[in-house]
C-alpha cells in the first residue's frame, strides 16, 4: 500500500502502531482478555481511544494484529521459530516430535497462551476474525506440517495413499483440543505418544 | 440439595427455570452469544434479572446449564442420543465411523452449533467454566470412547500397547480442531478419513 505521506509522520504512525500492539499484548497477559478494552489499550500506549478506532475495527483484531507482528520479529531475530522452519531430518518421528514438543512449550508459555486462546476464543464465535486467525496465524504453519508429510511420502516414511492435509490434524488435533479443552495435562510425553500413535496406527 | 419449599413453590422455580433455559437457548442460536445477556433471557423467560441472577452467577453458567438439560431431555426422549451409548458391533472401524458422522452432523446443526461454540469459547478463556463444561458435557462422552477402545484391545482390534485415553484424542481432537477453527469443511468424508489413518496409522 502506497504511504504518501511525509516520512516523520509514518515513522510516527509505524511507532504509535507498535506502542498500541506492545500494550495489547502485555493487558491480556496481565489481566486478561475481558479487561483488555480498547480504552485500557489506549490509555497504556498513550494513544487516544479515536486512534485506535481508526485503524481497526476491535480489540480483538488490534490483538491478532500484534500476534502476528510478535510472530514475525521473532522469526526476523532467531530464523527458527518453528512457523518458518521445520526440521527435515530424514527421521519422521523425531522431527515431528521436536516440533511437537516445542508447541507444547510455545502453548505453556503465558506470554503466547493469553493471547492465542483469546484470539482463538473470539474466532470460535466470530467467524470473520475466526478466518483471519487461520489465514494469518494458523495457515501458514499447517502448510509446513503438509510439506514435511510430502517430502516423507517421497522418502516412503509415510503412506502414499494419504492426504498430508487431511494426516497433519492427526497431529495438531489432539494437541489443541487438549490445550483448549484442558482435558488433561500438556506435556512433552504427551505430544509423543500422539506422534507414535498417529504414525504406527491405532490397529494391531 | 433440601428443597424446604411448599410444592408449589417448587413447581414454579422448576418451571422458571425450564423458562429460563428454554430462553437462553434460543437466543443463543437467533441472535447469537454476544448479544444473549442476562437482560434479554430474563425479558424472553418472562421472569426478573433478579432471579437469574440468584440462581446462576454468569450466563454462560445458564447456557452451560441450560445445554446439560437440553442432552438429558434428547437422552430420555430417544434412549440414543450418542452420549448415552456407543455401537459395539465388533467392527471398530464401522464403529468409529458412525459415532464420527453422527458428531459432524450433530456439529453441523444450527440448534446444536451455537451454544456449543458459545460455551466452548467462554471455557478457553475462563478456566473455571471450561472446567465445568469438560467435566459435565466433554468428558462423560469422550469415557464412552475410551470404553469401546478397551472393548477392541480385549477383541484384539486395538493394540495392547496404547493408552485408550490418549488414543481417542486422534479421532475427536482432528473434528474438533477443524470444527472449532472452521479450518476446512466438516464432512462424513472426512469423518471417515480419520478413523482410518488413525487406525492403519501414517506411516506406511
Do not use: C
Amino acid at each position: 500500500m502506497a504511504d504518501n505521506r511525509p516520512p516523520d509522520a509514518s515513522r510516527r504512525s509505524e511507532s504509535a502502531r507498535r506502542a498500541i500492539h506492545d500494550a495489547a499484548l502485555a493487558l491480556v497477559a496481565e489481566v486478561g482478555y475481558p479487561r483488555t478494552t480498547i480504552e485500557a489499550i489506549a490509555a497504556r500506549a498513550g494513544v487516544g481511544k479515536q486512534t485506535i478506532y481508526r485503524w481497526w475495527p476491535s480489540r480483538a483484531a488490534v490483538l491478532l494484529e500484534a500476534f502476528v507482528g510478535l510472530g514475525e520479529r521473532a522469526a526476523g531475530q532467531s530464523g527458527t521459530d518453528g512457523t518458518q522452519a521445520f526440521p527435515d531430518t530424514g527421521d519422521l518421528a523425531a522431527d515431528l516430535k521436536a516440533v511437537l514438543r516445542a508447541t507444547v512449550d510455545e502453548l505453556n508459555d503465558p506470554a503466547f497462551e493469553a493471547p492465542t486462546r483469546a484470539l482463538a476464543a473470539e474466532g470460535i464465535v466470530d467467524p470473520r476474525l475466526g478466518a483471519e486467525f487461520v489465514q494469518k496465524l494458523l495457515e501458514p504453519s499447517l502448510q509446513l506440517y503438509a510439506a514435511r508429510l510430502r517430502a516423507a511420502q517421497e522418502a516412503g516414511q509415510a503412506r502414499a495413499d494419504i492426504d498430508p492435509r487431511t494426516a497433519l490434524e492427526l497431529l495438531v488435533g489432539p494437541l489443541t483440543h487438549r490445550w483448549l479443552l484442558r482435558t488433561l495435562p500438556l506435556t512433552h510425553e504427551y505430544a509423543d505418544a500422539i506422534v507414535d500413535h498417529a504414525l504406527r496406527g491405532l490397529a494391531p
